[in-house]
């Protein structure tokens, strides 16, 4: 069973920068499909980045495209996200997730029911 554990969160300000990790058990990770996806309180939770199937193509949302940097170490399995130019609005729980048994189609990368597999989450604040 594949095992998802987020580290990195915690307290920045307006304009700083965190990175995110998020190690994986599995003998197969480089083939899984890993995404991040945060939650804000009162919100649905939000499509981040993916980094899809063994191939690694990277996919943003447009809410973060050209801050936020998802890349992944298959030697350790772990995932990144790093977050620079940090806004009051990207205050949220992030969770790495992943898609181990098939890959998700192009078009339902953002859905968070492609992917079976969570972690525990990790608070992000960011304070204006």
């Known amino acids: 069973q594949v095992q998802l554990v987020e580290s990195g969160g915690g307290w920045v300000q307006t304009g700083g920068s965190l990175r995110l990790s998020c190690e994986a058990s599995?003998?197969?990770?480089?083939?899984?499909?890993l995404a991040w996806f945060r939650q804000a309180p009162g919100k649905e939770r939000e499509f981040v980045s993916t980094?899809?199937?063994?191939?690694?193509?990277?996919y943003y949302g447009d809410a973060v495209k050209g801050r936020f940097t998802m890349s992944r170490d298959n030697a350790k399995n772990t995932v990144y996200l790093q977050m620079n130019s940090l806004k009051p609005d990207d205050t949220a729980v992030y969770y790495c997730?992943?898609?181990?048994?098939?890959?998700?189609?192009?078009?339902?990368?953002?859905?968070?029911?492609?992917?079976?597999?969570w972690g525990q989450g990790t608070q992000v604040t960011v304070s204006s």
């Open positions: 997730a992943a898609a181990v048994s098939s890959r998700p189609i192009l078009s339902a990368i953002t859905y968070p029911r492609m992917y079976e597999t």
């Open positions: 980094s899809r199937g063994s191939g690694g193509a990277l």
């Open positions: 599995g003998r197969t990770f480089r083939s899984y499909s």
